[in-house]
């Protein structure tokens, strides 16, 4: 495959909605959302419990940038830099052409199409500059929104994993939906 850099950072946008790079002045936004049980419900990982741990999150994302490994982008209103959730691109498989995506956004702003909006950016994103093949998401089995959000942007439920993750004392399923490239 071709050699790809996700530097210098490139900024998506739609009609509403800028796409722009996690900072550590995010922080608080962060945290926010990784420590907010309704936002997490659906997310095997342990909740942020302090300011710390999310700055180290920020850190790990920006690490994951310059290796190559990953991207993420902060969800934006346009003409507001604050960040309402963050969306992208993880577990890159270059050799396979493949790449998870996977997003959250604020309570007060979920049911109003955002991350629809914000996943279109990152498809295109990733199909057009990444020049990946497939795309997949994975998801927990109970979240109907995650899975609508996934079927109206093309994505085709491929597998349901029955126990096939351990997190926090139980065994959890897990939902996969993929999208191939539309070729020309």
């Not at 991207?71 to 969306?87: Q, V």
């Not at 057009?128 to 979240?143: F, G, T």
Request: aromatic letters at 10%; proline letters at 3%; charged letters at 25%.
């Amino acid at each position: 495959m071709s050699q790809f850099s996700f530097l210098p950072f490139k900024n998506l946008a739609s009609d509403r909605l800028l796409l722009r790079q996690i900072t550590p002045a995010d922080v608080n936004e962060i945290f926010a959302l990784r420590s907010n049980t309704d936002v997490m419900k659906y997310v095997a990982r342990p909740l942020c419990k302090n300011l710390d741990e999310a700055m180290a999150l920020i850190n790990m994302i920006e690490q994951k940038l310059r290796t190559n490994e990953g991207i993420n982008w902060a969800i934006t209103i346009k003409g507001s830099n604050t960040l309402i959730g963050f969306i992208g691109h993880y577990r890159i498989k270059w050799e396979h052409y493949r790449s998870e995506i996977g997003y959250m956004v604020s309570p007060e702003f979920q049911g109003k199409g955002i991350i629809s909006e914000a996943v279109k950016l990152i498809v295109d994103y990733g199909f057009n500059e990444m020049k990946m093949h497939s795309l997949e998401a994975v998801i927990d089995p109970d979240n109907i929104a995650s899975a609508r959000v996934l079927e109206k942007n093309g994505f085709i439920k491929e597998a349901h994993f029955k126990q096939n993750e351990f997190f926090d004392g139980k065994f959890i399923d897990t939902v996969v939906y993929s999208l191939l490239k539309k070729q020309d």
